[in-house]
């Protein structure tokens, strides 16, 4: 049921505060709830490939740093796929959805109320990332768990893509003024909004100098490689 004033306008806890979210409709989940459902299935998927990685047989002896950054690309691919695929798919009726995955955006929303504005660059970063970044990032666990010739290039790419997008997510946002969010919240905004939001700008990053490392090393032996056949002709 809707909350509303005598004038009709619709309560809602989100900023801006004069905002006009009609279709609002209040969660009938807590915080604590939605938060737990998300931590909890996203340890799942970090433990289960953990656990896969750990298998030296079939992963090769995948070393420590390389297995938590596969475990990094599980999370991404269950938060991108479906978390933010959910987003992508129902963005116009979010508002005033009580699923389960509409009332997390919902909660979420109070550190950004772009998702409940079905904000115009939100929808298709959003649906970018759903669409490439989840895919990819399952199709990076398999390509090092097999270890792909191509892996560290779907590294680069992935990463690159996330970092591109979370910069704009930041930056569109301190354009505006952080006015989406109440500024200086602990949980709302320096939480959900900066805390949650800056993992895809630091991992990227260290993934993004690593694949460079990789890479270059695979090029170097190339060159080499090839400057060694050519002195022995």
């Excluded at 905002?19 to 807590?30: A, F």
Aim: charge should be neutral.
């Amino acid at each position: 049921m809707m909350a509303s004033t005598s004038t009709g306008r619709v309560l809602h806890p989100y900023w801006p505060r004069d905002l006009l979210i009609p279709t609002y409709v209040p969660n009938d989940r807590s915080m604590s709830e939605i938060l737990v459902f998300l931590f909890s299935v996203s340890g799942v998927f970090l433990l289960v490939t953990w656990f896969i990685t750990g298998l030296g047989r079939a992963t090769g002896g995948l070393g420590t740093w390389r297995r938590l950054a596969l475990c990094w690309f599980a999370v991404c691919g269950f938060v991108h796929g479906v978390i933010e695929g959910w987003f992508c798919l129902f963005y116009d009726i979010i508002p005033g959805d009580q699923s389960f995955l509409s009332q997390l955006w919902k909660e979420y929303s109070k550190g950004d109320s772009r998702y409940v504005m079905a904000d115009n660059f939100t929808v298709c970063m959003e649906t970018v990332t759903a669409c490439l970044w989840g895919p990819f990032s399952f199709w990076a666990v398999y390509a090092f768990l097999a270890n792909k010739p191509y892996r560290f290039v779907l590294q680069l790419i992935i990463s690159l893509g996330q970092l591109y997008g979370d910069v704009l997510y930041f930056f569109t946002e301190h354009r505006d003024g952080y006015s989406h969010s109440e500024l200086g919240h602990p949980v709302y905004f320096w939480f959900y909004f900066v805390f949650m939001n800056g993992l895809w700008i630091v991992i990227p990053l260290a993934l993004i100098v690593d694949a460079w490392k990789q890479l270059s090393a695979a090029q170097t032996h190339t060159d080499n490689t090839k400057s060694h056949k050519t002195k022995k002709k």
